[in-house]
């Protein structure tokens, strides 16, 4: 309820002129690229909000390690990682500097480089600081590596086990780093207002970053962990979060992100298409998809060991579908855009 009231308090307030100024000013797709923009730094600065707490939390665990402020680090990660995943889909601007993206989430990990790297790092001699996590690459600096060290099996039967003095200090660098990147990308953001406003491409730019993010959804964190793409068999490895069993949780955080911050500016452009239809049309397929997670928030090893959850997760697939095609095959068309390239392509 707290994270629920944290987020609906920041993107209230910043959502709250849109409706005005909407209203005030003509031009349509104008009017659509600033509603994406206060959009999207509402969920930049919750962000940073949930990322500042994760922080606090890391470091209050490290120097009490009780149940209760383990119970609060785990949460404090989870509403972080999912505040990252509501904007997950921007793909273009800020969040490409530095490989700012891959320093928030290093994935895929087919070769489970970030057990790898955290096995190096907790049994090197060398101490660990914020220098070294700073310069020990993305598989490192993120989320996944967090999740690694709260909820790995191995790691949690080891000696390296949290609270283990260096496996905190690693925990507590990270979290710091996440914390920094998430000011940076809120503060480049708003800096990019400008620019962003001004180049007539961004429309086309921002269309087709929530296209991408839906492709890759229901491609790679959807069907190829079903078996749906790659060789045919279910694996919950193919998953993102999926040591945590938060799969789902941060695809109806995704979800959410999307509907918050991109769904509005792309049905202010379709009012005034030649099809206005379609827009009521993908807001009540989002509220279908959505309609599926109380019954999906369980782990993805669930939902693919069990032959009856795996038919929600397949229905639940279809309705995901169904909103990709939407906007992808029928709004893009519609509004003249081409569909571009994405990291789901090729591999």
């Known amino acids: 309820m707290q994270l629920l009231t944290k987020t609906v308090g920041i993107c209230a307030l910043i959502l709250?002129?849109?409706a005005g100024m909407a209203a005030s000013q003509p031009g349509t797709s104008n009017n659509a690229e600033q509603q994406w923009h206060r959009g999207i730094l509402a969920g930049y600065q919750s962000l940073v909000a949930e990322a500042?707490?994760?922080?606090?939390?890391?470091?209050d665990y490290c120097s009490a390690p009780e149940q209760a402020s383990r119970d609060a680090l785990e949460q404090a990660w989870l509403n972080a990682?999912?505040?990252?995943?509501?904007?997950r889909y921007v793909d273009f601007g800020p969040v490409e500097s530095d490989n700012l993206a891959w320093q928030?989430?290093?994935?895929?990990?087919?070769k489970n480089l970030i057990a790898r790297k955290a096995s190096y790092l907790l049994n090197s001699e060398d101490p660990i600081s914020g220098e070294v996590v700073a310069e020990s690459?993305?598989?490192v600096q993120g989320f996944p590596m967090l999740e690694y060290l709260l909820y790995d099996e191995p790691l949690n039967a080891s000696d390296n086990a949290l609270p283990a003095e260096k496996t905190c200090g690693l925990l507590r660098a990270v979290a710091s780093h996440i914390e920094a990147n998430g000011q940076q990308l809120s503060d480049q953001w708003q800096a990019f207002r400008e620019d962003y406003l001004a180049t007539e491409q961004y429309r086309d730019t921002t269309i087709r970053a929530g296209m991408a993010a839906l492709?890759?959804?229901e491609d790679r964190r959807l069907a190829q962990?079903?078996?749906l793409r790659g060789n045919g068999k279910r694996s919950v490895y193919a998953a993102d979060a999926w040591r945590s069993g938060g799969s789902l949780k941060t695809i109806e955080a995704t979800i959410h992100g999307l509907e918050q911050s991109f769904l509005p500016g792309l049905t202010q452009l379709l009012k005034e298409s030649e099809q206005p239809q379609l827009g009521p049309r993908i807001e009540n397929q989002f509220k279908d998809v959505q309609e599926h997670f109380p019954e999906l928030h369980r782990p993805m090893t669930e939902l693919l060991s069990n032959d009856n959850a795996f038919s929600l997760l397949q229905g639940f697939y279809v309705d995901v579908s169904q909103l990709t095609t939407l906007i992808n095959d029928q709004a893009a068309v519609e509004l003249g855009v081409i569909r571009g390239f994405n990291s789901s392509d090729g591999d």
């Open 81 to 87: 990682f999912l505040a990252w995943q509501r904007v």
């Open 16 to 18: 709250a002129p849109i």
């Open 225 to 227: 962990p079903m078996g």
């Open 52 to 59: 500042g707490d994760l922080s606090i939390a890391a470091a």
């Open 137 to 139: 690459g993305v598989a």
């Open 104 to 110: 928030f989430q290093f994935w895929p990990d087919p």
């Open 215 to 217: 492709e890759i959804l």
